[in-house]
């Protein structure tokens, strides 16, 4: 991670506990509060409680692993669907982490504090002895324990062990069922990548409309009501159970927030008066709500772009390509065929601000990997139709910054480029070009489907956009996810599709599979 990184959460190092408290304080939200040595790990020591029911109701999670440590996360809520039900004061809770499912043997536990003032969440970083293998985790407070996540370390930075790592993207709760995660569960990937649109913003929905399940509320634009949000989200067990067994490692892209917004730039300007508060709210509900390895957001912003590796194998930049981008285009349209206006093709234009793409192109190269990722939000392969731009929201819409970002990493001689994306609620394999070379590929592109939100293109045109060149392959009818298994020598991307998200139990099989090998930056399917 080289996102700076205060220790204001819970850190432990073998046996000595530290704890630094995100809590409530007369400063507000940057306080260390408390720091607590201890010679032995705390075992069996759950904190009274006199909370009249379960306060685990959202399950558990890990992330962010790297090979000393990994985040561990849970939030405790008596009724999420209504601000968590819970007494507005610090509570301490018992954490435990064993190879076991009977916790008979503690490897590491702690204490830690949640605190009302980040909706009692919880985010402990955890550095069990690295030999330790899979871990079983779990949450205590009194006679209540939380439902048991598994996690692990990243490997050692010389491992060639391969990985496999399932990328997923966009879960509308009214849109469809979280099947796709049944059947993640069961592929038992060692790493989820969440590229965006967790939760989304809008009101209730209709059953005649064609939603499966309903919203909480109205659409959401404070800080209880984006809570509440998760709080609905997070009651689902396929998501859950998704949670609990692996770790994850979380980005966001515009509905954790609004459809389409752009930095401080909300959907209908009309509303920009107080956006910048809502989306702080919103970045903070986010935080709470995520296993991540950083601290909460200071007013509106928060830095979530970083690193990530996974032995010697990936190098992965985990983007943010909403918080510092500038506003869409050509009145942000979509599908039009006649030439984009002159703003799409201002040189100055970015997508990630000029401090996320001053890191990117240092972090891309010099670094030993075998792969390198882009984890990233919105479509990057150029889909441009002569000067038309068929939508302003993804990079086509800031082909500028694109150009410099794949010129930069072109020319460094960075090899074996993969870019992850979601957005877009459809299956596709693109290559990547550059305007000054648009037939030569110098990397790929896999987009995967949504998890459960409906498609933003319609299945017809799933024809036009296989015919476009950057296009390899797509398919726009189904929901799903993609299990990438990475050695050495391959990338192999097996695209996993949901027969019907819109009843529970579908069926769930292979679309497609596809494979780079180390080395060239063509794909093919196999
Ligand atoms: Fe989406
Ligand atoms: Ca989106």
Do not use: H
């Given at each position: 991670m080289t996102t700076p990184i205060s220790r204001r959460m819970f850190l432990t190092l073998g046996a000595t506990v530290v704890i630094a408290a995100c809590a409530s304080s007369?400063?507000?939200?940057s306080s260390l509060t408390t720091e607590v040595a201890t010679t032995a790990p705390a075992t069996g020591l759950a904190p009274p409680s006199d909370l009249p029911?379960?306060?685990?109701?959202l399950g558990v999670a890990s992330g962010d692993p790297d090979t000393e440590s990994v985040v561990l996360w849970t939030r405790l809520a008596i009724d999420a669907l209504n601000?968590?039900?819970?007494?507005?004061e610090d509570i301490d809770v018992l954490w435990e982490m064993s190879?076991?499912?009977?916790?008979?043997?503690?490897v590491l536990s702690g204490i830690a504090t949640a605190s009302p003032q980040y909706g009692h969440s919880i985010h402990v970083i955890a550095s069990p002895?690295?030999?330790?293998?899979l871990l079983r985790y779990r949450f205590r407070l009194g006679d209540f324990i939380s439902p048991i996540g598994t996690t692990r370390l990243s490997p050692s930075s010389d491992s060639m062990e391969p990985v496999k790592i399932a990328s997923a993207s966009c879960q509308n709760w009214t849109a469809g069922f979280y099947t796709a995660y049944h059947d993640m569960a069961e592929l038992a990937p060692d790493l989820v990548l969440f590229l965006g649109d967790?939760?989304?913003?809008?009101?209730?929905?209709?059953l005649d409309s064609g939603a499966v399940r309903l919203h909480n509320s109205e659409e959401i634009k404070d800080l209880v009501a984006y809570r509440n949000r998760y709080g609905l989200y997070k009651s689902d067990p396929l998501l859950q159970a998704a949670h609990h067994m692996c770790p994850w490692v979380v980005t966001w892209d515009d509905h954790e927030v609004e459809?389409?917004?752009a930095n401080l730039t909300?959907?209908?300007?009309?509303?920009?008066?107080g956006y910048a508060a809502r989306r702080g709210d919103a970045y903070q509900a986010w935080w709470e709500h995520m296993p991540v390895r950083f601290d909460p957001p200071v007013d509106e912003n928060l830095t979530i772009y970083r690193q990530f590796s996974w032995g010697s194998l990936v190098n992965m930049l985990v983007l943010d390509t909403r918080q510092y981008r500038d506003d869409q285009a050509?009145?942000?349209?979509?599908?039009?065929?006649?030439p984009a206006c002159d703003d799409a093709l201002?040189?100055?234009?970015?997508?990630?601000g000029a401090e996320q793409e001053a890191w990117l192109t240092a972090n891309i190269?010099?670094?030993?990997?075998?792969w390198n990722v882009l984890a990233n939000q919105?479509?990057?392969?150029?889909?441009?139709?002569g000067a038309a731009v068929?939508?302003?929201?993804?990079?086509d819409g800031y082909a500028p910054n694109r150009d410099r970002v794949l010129t930069d990493i072109t020319e460094q001689g960075v090899k074996n480029l993969i870019v992850l994306t979601g957005d877009i609620h459809l299956s596709g394999v693109g290559q990547l070009t550059t305007t000054?070379?648009?037939?030569?590929?110098v990397g790929i592109e896999f987009v995967t489907t949504s998890i459960?939100?409906?498609?933003?293109?319609?299945?017809?045109t799933q024809g036009l956009l296989q015919a476009?060149?950057?296009?390899l392959d797509a398919e726009a009818s189904h929901r799903g996810y993609i299990l990438h298994t990475i050695t050495p020598e391959t990338w192999t991307a097996q695209y996993r599709i949901v027969?019907?998200?819109?009843?529970?139990n579908s069926v769930v099989s292979d679309w497609k599979t596809f494979t780079v090998t180390a080395g060239t930056a063509a794909v093919a399917e196999i």
């Open positions: 007369e400063e507000g939200k029911s379960n306060p685990f109701t601000g968590g039900a819970m007494p507005d190879a076991t499912d009977s916790f008979d043997d503690i002895p690295k030999a330790a293998g967790y939760i989304y913003e809008g009101g209730t929905g209709s459809n389409n917004y909300p959907e209908d300007p009309a509303e920009a008066d050509c009145n942000d349209a979509v599908l039009q065929t006649t201002l040189p100055e234009r970015t997508l990630l190269r010099g670094v030993d990997k075998v919105t479509v990057m392969t150029d889909i441009r139709l068929l939508n302003f929201d993804q990079w000054a070379n648009p037939t030569t590929a459960s939100s409906g498609g933003n293109v319609p299945p017809e476009l060149p950057n296009i027969d019907d998200a819109r009843i529970k």
